[in-house]
């Protein structure tokens, strides 16, 4: 089935990092602090250059080293572990011959982090789009429609998996059918903007989904 696409954020929808985090971030801001409210929650979803675009555009070039330096530091402690039903939906995809794209906003620094941890989950991917190969954040669509592209496939031929606000927008802004996972967010907040929200992907109906991107 090469004709229809899997398009995947990484973080609380394939791995369980969400909670760290949010613990991480709420630590970067505390070492260096905005006027801005609940911050860990704003930028989910946003490559690491949008967020000190945005939030931290008044640190001089050797306080945002530091920043980078805190957070990359802070990340080499995260372990990582699948969420329930992703490393079966996964290998399920494969068996079905459908194309997969690994679509985070996660930097290479990450990226080798995870490589350590999870080495099997990339290469489970037909294809990678990371912060570094993109120029706008979600909840812009330039990483989906990336994705889209780099499988052969139309963008309304994918189904993209999110869990954040600016995803959930960046995959119906490429023309995807949007599956929100609930945990990182309330479903009803990520609801307007998905064709159908799931608590996880244990509880996906797979058959009803390849018939619903077969007939788009």
Same mark, same amino acid.
């Given at each position: 089935?090469?004709?229809?696409?899997?398009?995947?954020?990484? /973080?609380?929808? #394939? $791995?369980?990092?969400?909670?760290?985090?949010?613990? $991480?971030?709420?630590?970067?801001?505390?070492?260096?602090?905005?006027?801005?409210?609940?911050?860990?929650?704003?930028?989910?979803? %946003?490559?690491?250059?949008?967020?000190?675009?945005?939030?931290?555009?008044?640190?001089?070039?050797?306080?945002?080293?530091? #920043?980078?330096?805190?957070?990359? !530091?802070?990340?080499? !402690?995260?372990?990582?572990?699948?969420?329930?039903?992703?490393?079966?939906?996964?290998?399920?995809? *494969?068996?079905? /011959?459908?194309?997969?794209?690994?679509?985070?906003?996660?930097?290479?620094?990450?990226?080798?982090?995870?490589?350590?941890? #999870?080495?099997?989950?990339?290469? %489970?991917?037909?294809?990678?789009?990371?912060?570094?190969? *993109?120029?706008?954040?979600?909840?812009?669509?330039?990483?989906?429609?990336?994705?889209?592209?780099?499988? &052969? #496939?139309?963008?309304?031929?994918?189904?993209?998996?999110? /869990?954040?606000?600016?995803?959930?927008?960046?995959?119906?802004?490429?023309?995807?059918?949007?599956?929100?996972?609930? &945990?990182?967010?309330?479903?009803?907040?990520?609801?307007?903007?998905?064709?159908?929200?799931?608590?996880?992907?244990?509880?996906?109906?797979? /058959?009803?989904? $390849?018939?619903?991107?077969? %007939?788009?």
């Amino acid at each position: 089935m090469k004709n229809i696409g899997a398009l995947f954020d990484l /973080d609380g929808v #394939l $791995i369980d990092s969400e909670s760290e985090y949010t613990k $991480i971030w709420s630590e970067v801001h505390r070492r260096f602090p905005t006027d801005t409210v609940d911050l860990p929650k704003k930028i989910k979803g %946003m490559t690491l250059d949008n967020i000190i675009r945005t939030y931290f555009s008044a640190l001089d070039g050797k306080e945002e080293q530091r #920043l980078r330096d805190t957070l990359h !530091q802070l990340e080499n !402690q995260m372990t990582y572990e699948w969420l329930p039903g992703a490393e079966d939906f996964v290998e399920w995809l *494969i068996k079905e /011959d459908i194309p997969r794209a690994l679509v985070t906003s996660s930097n290479n620094e990450k990226m080798q982090h995870l490589r350590e941890q #999870l080495p099997q989950l990339e290469k %489970m991917m037909t294809t990678v789009v990371t912060a570094d190969k *993109i120029t706008k954040s979600k909840p812009d669509p330039e990483g989906y429609l990336l994705a889209a592209k780099l499988l &052969g #496939l139309k963008p309304e031929h994918c189904v993209v998996f999110e /869990d954040s606000l600016q995803g959930v927008k960046a995959g119906k802004a490429s023309g995807a059918y949007v599956i929100g996972v609930a &945990g990182t967010l309330p479903a009803e907040t990520i609801a307007p903007y998905c064709d159908v929200v799931v608590d996880s992907l244990t509880d996906l109906n797979r /058959d009803d989904l $390849i018939n619903t991107l077969l %007939m788009r």
